[in-house]
């Protein structure tokens, strides 16, 4: 009688004969197609046949490089492109997110209090700048404003008057290189919604 043991060992055995033989056969079969390839080049001068095998040698190098190690080195040199891009997004994120927690730790303000920071900070800009308040919301007309002024009014527009910008309309005058156009804001409400 047979132990489980016993019976799994002649499986394996069985297994084992099986794949020898199909590497056998494939062995068989690659020596019958590479059989007329060896009698020519067995023909051939001791000379011819060193070049010949050098220039296998070197297209079996070439073909190896192609197909395992550039495709490699590609997708390393991809990935260091991509790391530098993801790190310089994390950036952006943890300078806007101490932005945000910044503006979080101001005391609210109406809006009254809101539109009268919102006046003054529209006239900073200059004489031909308007503001239109309307309930909640007001709206900016910007005139002749440099790029210099409006990158500093934006941000200054959340944090002093707690204003957040609802839509804009602006332009950049091909002539002056001055912004004009319109920014529509809401004013903070007399209930927090941070």
Known sequence: MNTPFQNESKSRKGDLSKSNKAST???????????PFQDWI????VREQLLINTLLFLISLY?????AIAPALDSLH???????????QWGELLGM???L?????LPMIDAA???????????????LN???LQDASARLQLKGVSPEALGEFLPELRKVAQAQVLATNLRLDPQTKLWEGSITVSLPSAAPNR
Not at 28 to 33: E, G, I, M, P, S
Not at 42 to 45: E, P
Not at 63 to 67: D, G
């Open 25 to 35: 056969s494939l062995g068989h079969a690659l020596n019958t197609v590479l059989k």
């Open 42 to 45: 067995s023909g051939r001068s």
């Open 63 to 67: 073909l190896i490089f192609f197909i």
């Open 78 to 88: 991809k990935s260091a492109a991509k790391a530098q891009v993801l790190d310089r």
């Open 97 to 99: 997110q101490s932005e």
């Open 101 to 105: 927690k910044s503006i979080k730790s």
């Open 113 to 127: 209090q809101a539109s009268e920071k919102l006046q003054t900070l529209t006239t900073q800009l200059g004489p």
């Open 130 to 132: 308007k503001i239109t």
